[in-house]
């Protein structure tokens, strides 16, 4: 088993940044790759970043690209997800997730933590 929680969501003005923390606990970190995922209401969960279990691979989705940058400190059992340049359309309740393939974390992953709130308003 593999716990995950995040952290590090809250209110931000569009432009601003935020960082997410995922942080798990439970079997080797190590083994698992991670992705980030969010939702917003009547909307379907959707993939936003992945991370390879060493962290040498990395890939964000069209829509953040230039903003988001995923990253892991292992050693801290720690995933981040760096978000810059916030817009309104990123409000949303974030997620991190896990799989021990890197190819099915963003399909089917075995893990998910609880989410944490992101809102860009002013």
């Known amino acids: 088993q593999v716990q995950l929680v995040e952290s590090g969501g809250g209110l931000v003005q569009p432009g601003g940044s935020l960082r997410l923390s995922c942080a798990a606990s439970g079997r080797s970190f190590t083994r698992y790759a991670v992705a980030w995922f969010r939702q917003t209401p009547g909307k379907e969960r959707e993939f936003v970043a992945r991370i390879s279990e060493g962290g040498s691979t990395s890939y964000v989705i069209d829509a953040v690209k230039g903003r988001f940058t995923i990253s892991r400190i292992n050693a801290k059992n720690t995933v981040y997800l760096q978000m810059n340049s916030l817009k309104s359309e990123d409000t949303a309740v974030y997620y991190c997730?896990?799989?021990?393939?890197?190819?099915?974390?963003?399909?089917?992953?075995?893990?998910w933590g609880q989410g944490t709130q992101v809102t860009v308003s002013s």
């Open positions: 997730a896990a799989h021990s393939n890197l190819n099915f974390v963003a399909i089917t992953p075995e893990y």
